[in-house]
């Protein structure tokens, strides 16, 4: 097996945060916790046990979680500022 990733083409950006992710998200209850960037980072932590923790192997899982993470609390923060106080 190489240390790759899969080549899997990655939705465009507009696209990944809607449908099914933002629903399960959004639908769930206040005491529910869901981190849509769970399979990111599992897939990092299976790279790390894979390669014996060598960090530089696992780079791009690392940057894929990143990116998820950033993108998530990016359209988090849009969310809630669309949402109203009283609405």
Known sequence: ???KPSS????PKAEEWSGAKADQFDNKAYS???DPCQEAADKSIRCL???G???AMCSDFFQAYRDCKEQWQ???KEARRSKSWFG
Request: net charge positive.
């Open 1 to 3: 097996m190489s240390g």
């Open 8 to 11: 899997t083409p990655a939705p």
């Open 32 to 34: 529910q916790y869901f």
């Open 49 to 51: 046990k894979r390669n």
């Open 53 to 55: 923790g060598e960090r």
């Open 74 to 76: 990016t359209a988090r």
